[in-house]
């Protein structure tokens, strides 16, 4: 099995030692000191008070690798956006594309059996490049549950949880993802499959449509910002928001997760939030994927989303004085 892992950050770094030591065919596509540190020194992770270590090829041009049986694909939502292009030496007749990321992903009306069947977002892939030069046929759902920081060049730490929930687009038990499941339990790793991923999308987004914004705004660590009255009801707020956007497009979540996502994200002790860290080291934030689409998709159901809107506009405002959004 040949998987490449398209971005080696917190997540994409986690996920090539793991399965690299597993005994897996690992290629990482990297960039800048990342890439220079990899090759020079291997790919580090800390995790559970061991130090793992694993020689991978890494390179920053995809041809290098060629055709996989899987790309991870481990960036942020905006970098996967402008990267689409760059993925099609990876990409033979049968190869699948695991959208390892936060948000609403490229494909979310792929399949999706509603009135917006075939529909693109404006603020996940505006010029659906990824949705022409990938092809959602090839997706693969991808839910991430751990908690990782990249700390060094080529040394990610790994904070909480291990697992990555997988799901097919239309819901079906197919071949390839029960292939990628195994793999990935191979290599010590928590991946069920699901089949209704966007259920499972949607719970992690309202963590992220809050979390993230309200940790940039406030630099509060994760567990401050649950366990803060004034912030905690904030967070609220937006996640019912959220809901009822995801209820408008028919994914209907039970009331008792509303309480249970925060309490959840109170147990993780001293954890800054990944736009918190694109931030403070001055790295493009993840934005539209968390947040805009939340609010695009609530247009788009003709569901008010005022609260998501305040923040969304605030956050949006803290990155570009920062420098590190375009919008």
């Known amino acids: 099995m040949k998987i490449c892992v398209f971005g080696a950050g ?108 075939g529909r693109h977002l404006r603020s996940v892939d505006p010029d659906r490049r990824q949705w022409v030069s990938i092809g959602p046929e090839r997706a693969i759902g991808c839910v991430v549950d751990p908690a990782c920081e990249v700390v060094a060049p080529g040394v990610i730490e790994h904070h909480e949880l291990k697992r990555f929930i997988l799901g097919e687009p239309d819901g079906s038990n197919s071949e390839r993802v029960n292939a990628l499941s195994a793999a990935l339990i191979n290599a010590g790793f928590d991946a069920p499959v699901r089949d209704n991923i966007r259920f499972n999308i949607w719970l992690k987004l309202w963590g992220n449509v809050c979390f993230n914004p309200i940790g940039a705004l406030t630099h509060a660590t994760l567990d401050r910002i649950a366990s803060d009255t004034a912030l905690r009801a904030l967070c609220k707020t937006m996640i019912l928001e959220a809901k009822a956007v995801n209820e408008a497009l028919g994914v209907d979540i039970p009331d008792k997760f509303v309480e249970r996502r925060l309490d959840v994200a109170g147990t993780i002790k001293g954890h800054k939030i990944s736009m918190l860290q694109d931030l403070e080291r001055g790295r493009s934030m993840e934005i539209d994927a968390l947040v805009t689409a939340v609010q695009e998709l609530g247009r788009l159901t003709s569901v008010p989303t005022p609260t998501i809107d305040v923040v969304l506009a605030l956050v949006q405002a803290r990155a570009r004085h920062a420098g590190l959004y375009a919008g």
């Not at 690299?20 to 020194?41: T, Y």
């Not at 690798?65 to 481990?74: E, K, S």
């Open 10 to 117: 917190a997540i994409g770094g986690y996920i090539a030692v793991e399965m690299a030591l597993a005994g897996f065919d690992v290629s990482v596509v990297a960039r800048g000191p990342n890439l220079e540190a990899i090759r020079a020194k291997g790919l580090r992770l800390r995790i559970e008070g061991a130090d793992k270590l694993a020689r991978v090829p890494a390179s920053d041009r995809p041809a290098d690798f060629g055709p996989q049986d899987y790309v991870i694909c481990a960036l942020k939502a905006h970098q996967a956006a402008a990267a689409a292009d760059a993925f099609a030496p990876l990409l033979g007749p049968a190869t699948a594309v695991v959208t390892a990321m936060n948000g609403i992903p490229w494909w979310y009306f792929y399949k999706e059996g509603g009135p917006f069947e």
